[in-house]
């Protein structure tokens, strides 16, 4: 078991010596440390599966470790510096901008998956940047760059591994170095893939043109994507493809987050039964808190984890309202989700433009302001490389008991959202919080009804999913009822600062 850097239980030490067996095969050697070039052959897909704690996280890094120790090439999506042909790479990967972002804070350089299909085209000036800041060139004099601001791009480089966010370091402006995106062409080796319960099939059919060797890391427990019938993509491989770590992880104090969420593995439990686990552990550990109302503060970058679609709305309703938003307008800081790029084919590049940079179905995104240009927006991506940008956008308000929603933002075309302060527990998938705000009523909605999925009942499904994205603390509301706002909303949390030269409007969809 050769790179391993630290001790393995039995079942990741099983897993970690299957994985490299399977890379020896193509020609990647953990234990001989040698390096083949890559060989026709059948694609294969591996997974290995494990609920929360089980060390899934932990066994990724230390591959992605002991591959980059052997001189594998980490792909980022960033950009890529000249092609070898006896060259391996490896990239990692996530279905979201939150959930690579997750994997970036424990050292795993992730992206999105958006991010390896398709790669940027730089201006052949800015190339040589990244050539320079990548060790395949020599420092490039510049016009537009002085020393200092070389300098700059190489210390900010050399802490993240990032072209753009060393460009941006130096004071560029993603659309001054980057004039566009383009399919990938070119195959890469090896890909790992986190959170791949969230995968559908097209994505996986995607990922298998590109990646000859595919690792799936997945929870079996979570909810399947919509439309798959609550089959995941790895469910149907079997056999030595099919890596199981069983065992769970704790940390010295146990974790009561996931003493919960495992509890509901038992098929006797019911939700009354459950409902007084959380009550005993509220007692005896403040990292659980049973709310008497949803926290309004903690719903601006924190939203409120809810099954069915009617709460989320009212909720968000209520939340505007405690924090005096007004109807047509929205405030700077209130949380949004993107719902997907409303483009037509044509516009085909602009869609990939955006979906680059972080825009996809499903991000999160802090709405800083008004742009330049009417229906344009100011925003900040969460957990994006490079998060602010402005853009074209439709912003829908959902409001209770109306089939239309209103609009207060709407260019004709461009990036769609909804409002964050709420989302389903669906759509939390991939991600994670610091504190996160289960709302239990939904919950107790779901146990009434009876309904199941693949074979266990919905509402664990959904209590699971919604307990493991709390990183350090579950908040569990069993009311109706909304806590006033102690703070007014605004963007000083957000990890980059909110600068003149961040927010200067890129108009990403000029001309349309």
């Not at 995106?181 to 791949?196: A, P, Y």
């Not at 602009?350 to 995104?365: F, H, M, N, P, Y």
């Not at 409001?399 to 964050?420: N, S, T, W």
């Not at 074979?455 to 350090?472: H, S």
Request: net charge negative; glycine share 8%; charged share 30%.
């Amino acid at each position: 078991m050769a790179g391993a850097a630290v001790t393995f239980s039995d079942d990741q030490a099983a897993a970690f010596d299957a994985l490299a067996e399977a890379m020896r095969k193509v020609g990647v050697d953990l234990e001989a440390e040698t390096l083949l070039p890559a060989a026709e052959g059948k694609a294969q897909v591996m997974a290995v599966i494990g609920k929360a704690g089980s060390g899934k996280t932990l066994l990724l890094a230390e591959l992605v470790t002991a591959l980059e120790g052997l001189g594998v090439e980490l792909v980022s999506g960033d950009w890529e510096g000249k092609r070898r042909r006896d060259r391996r790479t490896l990239a990692i990967l996530a279905p979201t901008n939150k959930a690579a972002s997750v994997l970036r804070t424990r050292g795993v350089p992730a992206t999105t998956i958006h991010r390896i299909l398709y790669t940027p085209v730089y201006d052949p000036e800015y190339e040589k940047v990244a050539e320079w800041l990548a060790g395949q060139g020599e420092r490039p004099e510049i016009e537009a760059l002085t020393e200092a601001m070389l300098d700059r791009a190489k210390l900010v480089y050399d802490a993240h591994k990032s072209v753009p966010a060393a460009l941006a370091a130096a004071g560029l402006r993603g659309s001054d170095f980057i004039t566009g995106w383009k399919r990938r062409e070119d195959g890469l080796d090896i890909g790992f893939v986190d959170e791949s319960s969230m995968l559908d099939e097209k994505q996986l059919d995607d990922l298998r043109e590109i990646f000859p060797m595919l690792v799936l890391f997945g929870d079996p427990a979570q909810l399947a994507p919509v439309g798959q019938s609550g089959e995941m993509v790895f469910d149907r491989l079997s056999g030595p493809r099919k890596l199981e770590l069983r065992r769970i992880h704790r940390q010295e104090a146990d974790n009561p987050i996931l003493d919960l969420a495992h509890a509901l593995g038992d098929p006797d439990l019911g939700f009354e039964q459950f409902e007084r686990m959380v009550e005993e552990a509220a007692a005896r550990d403040e990292r659980i808190v049973l709310g008497a109302r949803a926290d309004s503060d903690l719903m601006a970058r924190s939203p409120v984890l809810v099954w069915r679609n009617a709460t989320r709305i009212r909720l968000i309703r209520a939340f505007r309202l405690a924090h005096g938003a007004p109807e047509d307008a929205l405030l700077p800081g209130e949380p949004l989700i993107c719902d997907g790029i409303e483009l037509p084919v044509k516009h085909r590049k602009k869609r990939i433009d955006l979906e680059a940079r972080g825009l996809i179905k499903g991000a999160q995104v802090v709405y800083l302001g008004p742009g330049r240009k009417p229906g344009f927006s100011r925003l900040h991506v969460v957990g994006a490389e490079s998060p602010q940008l402005s853009a074209a956008s439709i912003v829908k308000i959902e409001k209770p008991d109306e089939e239309e929603p209103f609009i207060p933002y709407a260019a004709r075309m461009g990036a769609a959202f909804l409002h964050g302060a709420a989302v389903t527990i669906h759509k939390a998938q991939g991600s994670q919080w610091k504190d996160v705000q289960v709302f239990a009523p939904d919950l107790y909605g779901a146990a009434r009804m009876g309904r199941m999925e693949a074979g266990q009942a919905l509402w664990k499904r959904l209590a699971y999913v919604a307990i493991t994205r709390a990183e350090e603390r579950l908040i569990w509301i069993r009311r109706y009822a909304l806590s006033k706002p102690t703070t007014p909303l605004g963007t000083d949390d957000l990890e980059v600062p909110v600068t003149p030269l961040t927010l200067q409007a890129q108009d990403d969809l000029e001309g349309i």
